[in-house]
């Protein structure tokens, strides 16, 4: 069997012939494996989902419970068969129940990563390196330019800014699924034990981390009365990046914008965006997390998708490694991480 028979692009997002699937299908669809709650891998309206237990929860919060026909969940590393083609779901440490998604039939196995990263998260399982001969990477941060720094450096500079500047607020844009929960939690793990200010569009998020067991602390809701303004000198405000651009966050005192997110490091868009204070913090591998990460699972090819792609494939080609970009569409609206 070729790799194409098992699992091949189209309009629709990935699909599997033999299986009549679709990974994280950018329409509505029959049958839809889907590998995290993000808005452009997780889509309402398909008529059956498969993914973890976490993933359907989190798609339950955005979208209400009848976001598809029907659901079942599947844990880390079990064998489920469809249609005689073995699916499995194994950590892609992207955010809480995210997963990367094994496709095998006839001695052939091909792993669809979804997002994927490599450091340490609190917020969720570790990514699982799975043996495959065909890998399926995403490419957001794939070119040699970027490298993350230590994610500890990042949020002490924003607990050192508290400091320095204790008259003034500190709004953090932060995605609301994965990267908000994950700030706030490296915050505490930093020693940062004062209440934290949080945007009501993060409030399901994080009330849905801590019943899985994530410890964020305490939490409070980030809200304006009357006369109150100078109750958020010095606090730290978390929410999502398209908030701070509206008359909600004027209202703080002499707030210090901040961003937590990989493209921080493109100065350019720092400055764009209006940000003081940078926070280089991913949810995504840099360069050399995605090149120690093909070298590890040493595939036999490698398929890449959604980002600087052409890079990634001319370092393969370098190495001698079959390679090929996919062009899939519809899964870069998430640029915030």
């Known amino acids: 069997m070729r790799p194409d028979d098992l699992l091949r692009p189209t309009p629709d997002g990935l699909y599997c012939p033999p299986g009549d699937f679709h990974i ?15 808005a452009d891998h997780a889509r309402p309206g398909n008529e059956a989902v498969l993914a973890t237990r976490q993933t359907l929860e989190i798609m339950a919060i955005r979208y209400g419970d009848n976001f598809a026909g029907a659901r079942q969940a599947a844990a880390f590393g079990e064998t489920i068969t469809i249609n005689g083609v073995t699916v499995s779901f194994h950590p892609a440490g992207h955010v809480l129940g995210s997963a990367q998604i094994a496709v ?38 794939a070119l040699p330019v970027f490298r993350h720094p230590e994610q500890r450096t990042e949020i002490r500079k924003l607990i050192a800014s508290t400091r320095q500047f204790p008259e003034r607020a500190h709004l953090v844009g932060a995605y609301a699924l994965g990267k908000a929960q994950r700030v706030i939690r490296l915050l505490r793990d930093e020693g940062y034990d004062a209440p934290i200010y949080i945007h009501g569009a993060l409030k399901k998020l994080c009330d849905y981390y ?4 994530i410890d964020l602390g305490e939490l409070r809701p980030a809200t304006l009365e009357r006369g109150n303004k100078g109750n958020f000198a010095g606090a730290v405000i978390v929410g999502p990046p398209s908030t701070f651009a509206d008359r909600w966050a004027r209202r703080f005192p002499d707030p210090v914008s901040c961003f937590a ?17 940078p926070l280089v913090i991913s949810d995504h591998c840099d360069w050399d997390e995605l090149t120690e990460t093909i070298d590890d699972l040493a595939p036999s090819e490698v398929w890449v998708t959604h980002g600087r792609e052409e890079a990634l494939v001319r370092w393969c080609s370098l190495k001698g490694l079959p390679a090929r970009p996919l062009h899939l569409v519809g899964y870069e609206d998430e640029n915030e991480d």
């Open 24 to 38: 994280d299908p950018v329409k509505p669809v029959a049958r839809a494996l889907v590998t995290h709650g993000h």
């Open 104 to 141: 095998e039939k006839n001695g052939l196995r091909i792993v669809a990563s979804g997002d994927y990263k490599r450091r340490a998260d609190p917020t969720c399982a570790a990514f699982e390196p799975v043996p495959c001969d065909v890998f399926i990477t995403e490419a957001t941060f």
């Open 210 to 213: 801590a019943s899985q067991g």
């Open 261 to 277: 997110s990989g493209w921080m490091q493109v100065r350019q868009r720092a400055r764009q965006r209006g940000v003081e204070l």
